[in-house]
């Protein structure tokens, strides 16, 4: 039952939902989880289910330690899952649909300043001009590319050469629910690009390769797990431990503190809704001052 229950699941959520592999894979899982702890209660048929097993399996996983926003990303799963469940006959009633979502820490996410932004890339910068690898110009251009455009790594990963407009500066993106984005590139992301394309992409090329912009050492596309690890060895040039998304934070800020209006970093971005956005609204406190200073009467 239960793998052709996940098979008819899976499927609604890839062709229905359209949503992209990433968030498939991470409702797939939340799911055997679930279905997991079922078989560890002696539950074995769906008739039996009731909304107490739910909480008993969220329950196991708040005593394990897991993030309050790993709880609510699950809640917000198996309510999915139950209402699809309901209105497929798996279940008599959607059993899901009263639980409680706890409201989320807001917190503002860990980003560079300016200075630190552009200290991780000229580190990078010099490395590749001391020693021009093939290496160290893939990481030179990784770097520019994701603070410059501020796409998610997975985006990053699936650039293909045709995504590339020199003449306009421009990135065409797949994200989230396969929406198409065109995102800008500044002028040293846009150089460190061509220079990876033209001196270094070559020597990663094989048959494997395809139209890939990134490859990794055996002429694939480079996977999400290698851009991580050459972010995180970036960030040390700063003391910083963050990865892409880190970047993508300071690059969605830094829009905001140079005078960008929040739609337009919602249209980069690729946020869906207006509200996702708005946690990069926050500025720094030397920014608060400035202004203070410059607009109040008796600053």
Known sequence: MSTQLIAQYEEHLA???????????????????FLAHM???????????????IRSWLA????????????TRRIVSIRAFTNWAATNGWLSSDLGANLAIPKAHRTL??????????????????????E?????????????????????????????????DQSRNTLSVIGKGDRQRVVPLGIPAVKALQNYISNARGEFLNNKSADAVFLG???????????????????????ATMGPHGLRH?????????????RTVQEILGHASLATTQIYT??????????????????
């Open 109 to 130: 996410p860990e980003i560079l300043n300016v200075d630190e932004a552009a200290q991780v890339l000229k580190a990078l910068e010099v490395k590749a001009g001391e």
């Open 217 to 239: 050492t055996r002429g694939k596309r480079i996977d999400q797990r290698t851009v991580r690890e050459v972010v995180y060895e970036a960030m040390k040039a700063v003391g």
């Open 282 to 299: 926050h500025v720094s406190p030397e920014r608060l001052q400035s202004a203070y200073k410059q607009a109040h009467p008796r600053a």
């Open 60 to 71: 196991n996983m708040q005593t394990t330690g897991v993030a309050r926003s790993t709880l």
């Open 132 to 164: 021009q690898s093939a290496i160290n110009l893939r990481y030179l251009a990784i770097l520019e590319v994701l603070y410059a455009s501020g796409i998610r790594v997975s985006e990053l990963c699936g650039l293909n050469l045709g995504d590339i």
């Open 250 to 262: 300071s690059a969605a800020t830094h829009l905001l503190e140079g005078g960008a209006d929040l």
């Open 39 to 53: 078989e560890r209660l002696n539950v074995l048929e769906f008739k039996d289910l009731s909304i107490e097993h």
């Open 15 to 33: 062709m229905v939902r359209n949503l992209s592999d990433n968030s498939i894979r991470g409702y797939i899982g939340d799911l055997e989880s």
